[in-house]
């Protein structure tokens, strides 16, 4: 089986991986750099637990061979922090709106949430909705979600009122 040298920035960290040419971008993430925050799902991009920031587009790591990442910027939840380690307003909103029960899809989310934001920073509920709809959850209900996602919004803004969108 062929090898290739992968060189990638990882969570703004230089990186070089040697890996078998079908060897996907999740189980590079996973297996060789051990961040384990990207979840492996449905492993055919219907969850949305593995998605992952390239270039700050959402990408579902599990489609993506890790050679097709070579000199990109990959963010992953463990890039993805608030100043001093604590959290960031999009982590945060999650904690505080119940946006997560059993945790596995939450990584997923909060990527999505992400790149979302940056290109839609007021957004209504129905453009939540819709650009959460490529990630699933079996616990929530997503109602808590959709908040934590309007909330999030809110404290990027600069908005720390709760009100409801």
């Given amino acids: 089986m062929s090898r290739h040298t992968v060189q990638l920035t990882v969570n703004g960290e230089p990186q070089e991986v040697e890996a078998p040419a079908r060897r996907l971008l999740s189980d590079l993430l996973r297996d060789d750099l051990h961040l384990t925050g990207t979840k492996r799902g449905c492993e055919t991009a219907i969850c949305?637990?593995?998605?992952?920031?390239?270039d700050g587009e959402p990408v579902k790591s599990c489609l993506m061979l890790a050679v097709q990442a070579r000199g990109r910027e990959v963010t992953t939840i463990e890039g993805v922090h608030g100043d001093n380690g604590e959290l960031d307003p999009i982590q945060q909103a999650f904690v505080e709106n119940g946006a997560l029960q059993c945790g596995y899809c939450t990584p997923g989310f909060i990527m999505t949430t992400r790149a979302f934001l940056a290109k839609n920073p007021q957004p209504t509920r129905a453009q939540v909705r819709e650009a959460l709809s490529g990630n699933l959850c079996r616990c929530t209900g997503y109602m808590?979600?959709?908040d934590a996602v309007l909330d999030a919004a809110r404290r990027l803004s600069g908005d720390r009122s709760r009100g409801s969108s």
């Fill in 144 to 146: 808590g979600i959709v």
């Fill in 48 to 54: 949305g637990a593995c998605t992952v920031l390239i």
